[in-house]
């Protein structure tokens, strides 16, 4: 056990991650830290011994967490951090702040920032995982990011300190991301609305909304530019080289290939995260034998396999 700072939070030792994850599986933490406010995340990361691992975790979106757990103070930002303001067209969230809130906010201030409203998780992972649809990514708009560092420093960061890529970006090693700032086109607040009740429908109808699952699984294969655009000529989709490798709706104990989109993994109501992140590997290992394309996870996975 190590020493831990006193915080204004509060603090879980041997925290279930499980229920912390979309997916709903995973072992514990060492420890589960939910900080009252900034000041509070920054005394407890200076303070807190500089060997000790920690990993911001988000609503765990886009998270399997392995059976065995976590070796790490897991950081989740809660109420303190989910404000969303609105001045002209620059929004300011909080790093707990839902994708889809942000948008419905800033739809109604007449600031579009609509591609985050089929997005599952929060402003934090956004930033995080350049998080995007439609042809815009949150790098098209994002003005700065607000972090706390591992030293417990408030810093601010500019776009291109970020390193923005498909499905990446680089933050500082153990930063915590608490806020971000976006700068939008203005539009029609009813035709805003309007445009994102439309991709609801059309994500419903494609996507397997209603499972438990993590959204998309695997990363587009290739073609896309350093701002995380996609280049058109070789826009290929991962989940059309699953479908042709033969993996819709494949299983392995509790965990499915979604029959309704092949790239969406889906815990049925008994797997494992061995049984999920298995599973995957059988697709990215069918998908190299048939098409000799290797797809690169987009879901994270941390933490320690299940001790036999």
């Not at 765990?60 to 392995?66: M, P």
């Not at 826009?235 to 993996?247: E, N, P, S, T, Y």
Request: aromatic share 6%; charged share 25%; net charge neutral.
């Amino acid at each position: 056990m190590i020493s831990l700072p006193a915080v204004r939070g509060r603090i879980s030792q041997t925290r279930a991650l499980n229920d912390l994850t979309w997916l709903r599986v995973g072992g514990p933490a060492d420890y589960l830290f939910q900080p009252a406010d900034t000041r509070d995340l920054q005394d407890f990361l200076r303070d807190l011994p500089e060997e000790t691992p920690v990993f911001p975790m988000g609503v765990g979106s886009n998270l399997i967490v392995r059976d065995g757990g976590l070796r790490a103070v897991v950081i989740r930002l809660g109420r303190g951090f989910n404000g969303i303001s609105v001045a002209g067209n620059t929004v300011t969230a909080g790093a707990a702040a839902l994708d889809a809130h942000v948008a419905r906010k800033a739809a109604d201030a007449g600031v579009d920032l609509t591609f985050l409203r089929t997005i599952p998780g929060s402003i934090g992972g956004a930033v995080r995982m350049n998080a995007g649809c439609y042809g815009s990514y949150t790098a098209d708009v994002l003005q700065k990011a607000t972090v706390v560092t591992r030293r417990g420093e408030l810093v601010d960061l500019a776009p291109q300190d970020l390193n923005f890529r498909y499905r990446q970006s680089d933050l500082p090693e153990g930063a915590v991301l608490v806020s971000a700032t976006f700068q939008a086109p203005l539009g029609d607040p009813a035709e805003l609305h309007a445009r994102m009740e439309a991709q609801l429908k059309k994500r419903d109808e494609t996507q397997p909304t209603k499972e438990r699952s993590a959204g998309s699984t695997f990363r587009n294969p290739a073609g896309f530019s350093s701002t995380g655009k996609a280049d058109d000529v070789h826009d290929l989709k991962a989940w059309k080289v699953i479908d042709d490798a033969g993996m819709r709706g494949a299983t392995k104990g509790g965990a499915q290939m979604s029959p309704k989109h092949p790239n969406f993994l889906i815990n049925t109501g008994t797997a494992t995260a061995a049984d999920l992140e298995g599973l995957g590997e059988e697709v990215r290992k069918k998908v190299y034998e048939t098409s000799g394309i290797t797809l690169e996870w987009e879901i994270m996975r941390v933490g320690d396999p299940l001790k036999e």
